[in-house]
């Protein structure tokens, strides 16, 4: 069946513009997860989604960074006004269940933001 | 807080050598998981390990869970070109998000 898929793969933008980077899970998986990393680095958390609770947004590093989840399937995660330490591959993962259960993780190949 | 710790950072070895990387945490892991991430390529999953004590095991690859669930170390026999990626462990019963996985070990296997 159909992987975690993530769009797009690469982008390219200008410091100061807004992205919108998307994911779309696998079917029927209720937790869906954002993480940054750096080159070379392990992944940063950035947002948890759980069904219909309220978002876990801990790892958000600035009011820039939302996100959001239509529907309980597809998500968005925008940043406004994009700086150069933006620069990361962005990584969308889901699951079927999340806090506490040792369930497997579903990665998306993950989209390479590049902020000029 | 659990912070998970994972050693070495990076290691180069060739082609047919062993090697062990190790993860470790101050607290008590429920369970943990191993993944690796191949570059350009989104993490896969290894093995989970539930119980203390537990090794498994994965073609040329042995996991193993400490008896007091604290740590874990992944060893590879033989590593070929193909196992190289970042190994990453993750805390996969904690419930803060922010501190679930660890930094990665990055492998290269040299031919």
């Known amino acids: 069946g159909a992987g975690v898929s993530q769009s797009p793969s690469n982008k390219v933008t200008e410091k100061g513009k807004d992205v919108e980077l998307r994911c779309d899970p696998i079917?029927?998986?209720?937790?869906l997860y954002w993480y940054r990393q750096s080159l070379g680095q392990g992944l940063e958390f950035l947002i948890y989604?759980?069904?219909?609770?309220?978002?876990?947004k801990s790892g958000l590093p600035s009011d820039r960074f939302s996100a959001e989840r239509t529907g309980g399937s597809v998500s968005t995660l925008t940043i406004q006004r994009t700086q150069q330490e933006d620069s990361a591959v962005y990584l969308c993962?889901?699951?079927?269940?999340?806090?506490?259960?040792?369930?497997?993780?579903?990665f998306g190949p993950g989209t390479r933001l590049t902020v000029t | 807080t659990q912070l998970l710790e994972q050693s070495p950072q990076f290691l180069s070895i060739q082609e047919g050598e062993n090697l062990t990387v190790y993860c470790n945490s101050s607290?008590?892991?429920?369970?943990l998981q191993w993944y690796r991430q191949e570059p350009g390529e989104g993490p896969v999953l290894l093995v989970t390990?539930?119980?203390?004590?537990e090794v498994k095991k994965l073609k040329r690859l042995t996991f193993q869970f400490g008896d007091a669930r604290k740590d874990s170390s992944l060893h590879i026999t033989a590593a070929q070109p193909g196992d190289t990626g970042l190994y990453l462990c993750?805390?996969?019963?904690?419930?803060?998000?922010?501190?679930?996985f660890g930094k990665g070990t990055l492998l290269t296997v040299n031919p």
């Open positions: 993962a889901s699951s079927l269940v999340g806090r506490g259960a040792p369930y497997e993780q579903y």
């Open positions: 079917s029927g998986h209720t937790a």
């Open positions: 989604f759980q069904g219909n609770s309220a978002p876990d």
């Open positions: 607290s008590v892991f429920s369970s």
């Open positions: 390990v539930v119980t203390g004590g």
């Open positions: 993750y805390n996969s019963g904690g419930s803060n998000y922010k501190l679930t």
